[in-house]
């Protein structure tokens, strides 16, 4: 189709670094986007894509991925070969699980996995020591209720030098105590976690951090900050 294949062709004759797909409908992977070797940002968001192709790792130059609201219920195994990644985010997708690999991923900057059905996250996790913007929200509550994102939120223990990290929309009833030990932590967003009532006293600690997202928390009190 036209507003497919145009932009790729655009793409080969100009020598542009980023392509974009943004809800065009696409159901497959369009292979010949696997020809353009200087590409460094690829985005398919809202789309109908189900696989990811290994001929993806011919993109040797690409640092951003967004593969946002597709449905794959699995993380593309292709990805575990670009660890020149920089910006990865698979959020409002299908994905049951994120698998141990995804540490191997030492040059990732920024990771967004909210908005899934994965109900556990490998230690591995915290290996991504350049990782500095984590997004993690809407993530689905547990059978008996609880927030599933409580389960979720010991993995993270060694992301300490995390500077913006979206919790929103988790049925959190308190911020976490974990987040005390996120020093160089600059932006925190828990937007609708309407169970949040108070801003605890040890926020006061977090020096850099000059932004909290606070939308729709009707019974908060701040008197904490």
Known sequence: QKYIQQPITDCKISGATELSFHKTWLQTFPMEVTELTHLRALKLLMNGVRTIPNELANLKALKVLQLTHNPLTHVPEVIRQMSQLEELDLSECELVEIPEWIGELQNLRALGIGYNHFTRLPESIGLLQNLEELELSHME??????????GLLPSLAPLTHLKKVDLS??????????????TQLEELDLAWNSGITHIPPWMRNLASLHTIGLNYLATLELSGL
């Open 169 to 182: 929309d988790n049925g959190l009833t308190e911020v976490p105590p974990l987040l005390q030990s996120f």
């Open 141 to 150: 509550a547990m059978e008996d209720g609880a927030p599933l994102i409580e």
